[in-house]
């Protein structure tokens, strides 16, 4: 799935219950951060026609930040920064999860490459996971789920009165809501 609607479901995740913002931030974060391992390519297309091409997107996105060392990593940073530490920790970790599962159902390459996740790197190749069902990067099945977390994000910004612009300035996030109310 693409970051979009990572963020989406992390966010949607992060408001399953009443925490405070910052736990919230972090949960979302938590959700996003295993595509940084995808920044390899930059270099693989700067170097896409040298003599010896830097191959750091095929070779390590996907595996570098999906597998469950970073996600206790992650989930314990939370912790650390957190609140409402074991709660907000728990979200985390599940929230990281479904980035992989998303990753699992929604991700094949347009040249039918599954981008599997090696669950146990670096320790162990067991586990390496894809699913024969998975569907492409844009296929329809991933804009329907994130259609629907748009338009969940939308309902809970109307009803609760914050949205992910929290994350970034709380006076933008206010004039969202508000502007989202008035209308509806
Ligand atoms: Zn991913």
Redesign the pocket.
């Known amino acids: ?1 693409n970051p979009a609607s ?1 963020f989406l479901i992390s966010w949607a995740v992060a408001n399953t219950t009443e925490i405070p913002r910052r736990d919230r931030i972090l949960i979302t974060l938590t959700g996003v951060l ?2 940084l391992d995808g920044v390899g390519i930059l270099a693989e297309l700067l170097t896409e026609n040298a003599s010896t091409p830097l191959i750091w997107y095929s070779r390590y996105h ?1 595996v570098l ?2 597998n469950l060392l970073i996600g206790m990593v992650l989930a314990m940073v939370v912790f650390l920064f957190s609140a409402r530490r074991w709660l907000s920790a728990s979200l985390a970790f599940a929230a990281f999860h479904l ?1 992989l599962l998303g ?1 699992l159902a929604g ?1 094949r390459g347009p040249d039918g490459y599954q981008w599997p996740i090696p669950y146990l790197y670096p320790f162990s190749a067991k586990w390496t996971l894809a699913w024969s069902g998975q569907w492409e990067l844009n296929a329809w099945p991933n804009i329907l789920i994130t259609a629907f977390v748009l338009g969940a994000t939308l309902y809970l910004a109307w009803k609760r009165g914050r949205s992910p612009l929290e994350m970034v300035s709380l006076k933008a996030d206010a004039a969202f809501v508000a502007g989202l109310r008035k209308r509806f």
């Open positions: 799935m990572h295993p595509d996907h930040g999906h980035h990753d991700s």
